[in-house]
Structures are given as C-alpha cells and as structure tokens.
C-alpha cells in the first residue's frame, strides 16, 4: 500500500501533467495552485481550478468563459498581469505564468509597503477607468516580483464608482481598521 504522504497530486491542463506543489490560495471562483510541469519539475506555473461553491455576495455566469473574456479585456487595456498559457473548457482549468514575489496582503502584514506601489496601482487605475472597467483591487490579488505590481487576477467588472480603488480598495492597502478586522476574521 502506498504512503498517501509521497503521493503526488497531478492535475491536467488539456492531457499534459502538471504536479500540485502547493495551494495558493481559494477566490470566489476557484483554487489557484502552484504546480509543475511533470517532465521539468524546475518549472512553475499557476493552475487555476474553476469551483462552483456559492458566494453570497457575487452573481456568476459561466466561469470559465468569464475568465478567458476578463482576461482579454485585461489583456487589451495594458493591465501587467501574469500571461494566461493554456486553458482547458471542459476540466474548468487555466495554466498562468507563475510571478513570484509577495502579495500586497502580505506586505502590509510585515508593514513592507512602498509608495511606489500605490504609485502603481494609480497607474493601473489611469487606464481602467477611460476603458470603463474596475479590477478587484483586494490586496490579495497583487504580487510584488523586482518593484513591479502585478494583478495576479483576471477579474473585472464594469466600472461603478463604488467599487473604484478610490472607494473601496484602498480601504485594505494598509492597516485601516477594515483590513484588521478582514485579518481578526481569516486566521
């Protein structure tokens, strides 16, 4: 009988093998894990699998098929975001580019922040919002790699006031008393 601490958990992405390293982290609409190409375990990737748990406080569609419409979006606005490698429809499965580095989440935890990532993240909004679109500017969703900001997700949305960076993001980029409680609540 196998040891179920040395198996490994392999997932595929349109029959190619990739390896589960680890999760990620769990969104609204699935699990991202970092995972290996089977034939070249240096490598790494993001495997994203589509759930369908509910989330009671945001409407889906077809998830998949939102995700690869956002991602053009995205794509076409000029938003610096991890490149979308492979998609499989009938598994719910994306393959990205794997940026490492830490979260924005992570770095406000450690009190890292630099100016020049909300400089950044201005950035972002300055051609979001011309294009009629917000992002989830949650800060879980950034990665830091060499100075850079990266949105780590392909979600967006028509643009609503309400939910700009301005009015609703910036609310957990630092300490405030709304990203305390959202960490009191996650541990």
């Not at 982290?25 to 970092?34: D, P, Q, T």
Request: hydrophobic content about 30%; proline content about 3%; charged content about 30%.
């Amino acid at each position: 009988m196998a040891n179920k601490e040395h198996e490994r958990s392999i997932l595929t992405v349109n029959e190619k093998e990739y390896e589960i390293v680890k999760l990620l982290g769990k969104g609204k609409g699935g699990y991202s894990y970092l995972a290996c190409d089977t034939a070249d375990e240096a490598s790494r990737y993001v495997l994203k699998q589509i759930h369908h748990e509910p989330c009671d406080y945001y409407q889906f569609g077809n998830k998949i098929e939102a995700e690869l419409h956002d991602y053009k979006r995205l794509s076409e606005i000029g938003i610096r975001m991890p490149k979308m490698l492979d998609v499989d429809i009938e598994q719910e499965r994306i393959l990205k580019e794997y940026i490492e580095g830490d979260t924005i989440y992570q770095l406000v935890l450690k009190d890292k922040m630099d100016p020049s990532y909300l400089e950044q993240i201005y950035d972002m909004c300055s051609i979001l919002y011309p294009a009629h679109t917000n992002i989830d500017y949650f800060p879980t969703n950034f990665i830091v790699q060499q100075g850079n900001l990266f949105y780590i997700d392909y979600e967006c949305n028509d643009y609503m006031e309400e939910w700009n960076f301005e009015n609703w993001g910036i609310k957990y980029w630092s300490k405030t008393p709304e990203f305390l409680k959202y960490v009191e609540n996650h541990k």
